[in-house]
């Protein structure tokens, strides 16, 4: 069910304006990608803290400026994919690009990237603790920890 700015659940209501918005808008693209209900709410609504927390000001004031969300609204589906929500996510050592990446398995790429091992393992728990699932990790070398 597709939600707008004056039709949301009960536990977007004490989030600012523009928080709420994104929100909104990251669970109606979760939503038309085919994920559940009970899925999504807490994924977006945890991808949307984030977002606001590292937005800048412009970012914030585009979003605030924005058309508000509405329930007919079309989402890219390609790049969602409500078949790795069971997968774990694993964070392995990328040669080419000399960086760690945070991928779940069966993806077809990187859901982040980053310099320090440590910050993708921080990066790879939070998506796991959203899903339900494990983190595995590599060393450098390829081996499984």
Avoid: C
Avoid at 31 to 42: Q, S
Avoid at 117 to 130: C, G, H, Y
């Amino acid at each position: 069910m597709p939600w707008n700015m004056q039709d949301y659940p009960d536990s977007l209501k004490n989030f600012d304006e523009v928080e709420r918005k994104k929100i909104i808008e990251i669970m109606n693209a979760m939503e038309a990608a085919g994920y559940k209900e009970e899925d999504l709410i807490p994924i977006a609504i945890q991808q949307g803290k984030e977002w606001y927390q590292n937005a800048s000001d412009t970012e914030i004031s585009e979003v605030k400026q924005a058309t508000n969300p509405k329930k007919s609204d079309k989402h890219d589906t390609e790049s969602a994919n409500p078949d790795l929500m069971d997968e774990d996510v694993q964070v392995k050592f990328d040669h080419e690009n000399a960086q760690w990446q945070v991928i779940t398995v069966k993806a077809k790429r990187a859901a982040d990237t980053f310099d320090l091992k440590e910050d993708a393992m921080k990066r790879a728990k939070e998506i796991a603790d959203n899903k339900g699932t494990k983190v595995i990790t590599y060393t450098k070398d390829g081996k499984r920890q």
